[in-house]
């Protein structure tokens, strides 16, 4: 069975930093694309970050960058969402998705993933 699974959410003080997890089983994520989506209360699911099968290519949205950084490792077919200086705006169910689709990094985030994770709550609160 082909799954995803999130780990490492969690309760956050604003300016504190999270390790995200999206471990694959069942298959490797050697050909897939990997994207970390969230999704707030009452608002639509965003594109956070994404990266391309080899890692060599990544994308993020304007909100995050500079403080979140994607990585995959596709020996131990895991990607990881490091995000830090997080801020109350960022509170969200976070899921990572997986596509054998192939674009442009700058699309990366905006084409149909085929695989979803079961999701992971990051809440970031004083």
């Known amino acids: 069975q082909l799954q995803l699974v999130e780990s490492g959410g969690g309760l956050v003080q604003p300016g504190g930093s999270l390790r995200l997890s999206c471990a694959a089983s069942?298959?490797?994520?050697?050909?897939?694309?990997i994207g970390w989506f969230r999704q707030a209360p009452g608002k639509e699911r965003e594109g956070v970050s994404c990266?391309?099968?080899?890692?060599?290519?990544?994308v993020y949205a304007d909100s995050v960058k500079g403080r979140f950084t994607i990585s995959k490792d596709n020996a131990k077919a895991t990607v990881y969402l490091q995000m830090d200086s997080l801020k109350p705006e960022d509170t969200a169910v976070y899921y990572c998705?997986?596509?054998?689709?192939?674009?442009?990094?700058?699309?990366?985030?905006?084409?149909?993933?085929?695989?979803w994770g079961q999701g992971t709550q990051v809440t970031v609160s004083s």
């Open positions: 998705a997986a596509t054998e689709l192939v674009t442009s990094p700058d699309f990366m985030c905006m084409i149909e993933y085929e695989l």
């Open positions: 990266i391309n099968s080899s890692g060599a290519r990544t």
């Open positions: 069942g298959f490797s994520l050697d050909y897939y694309t």
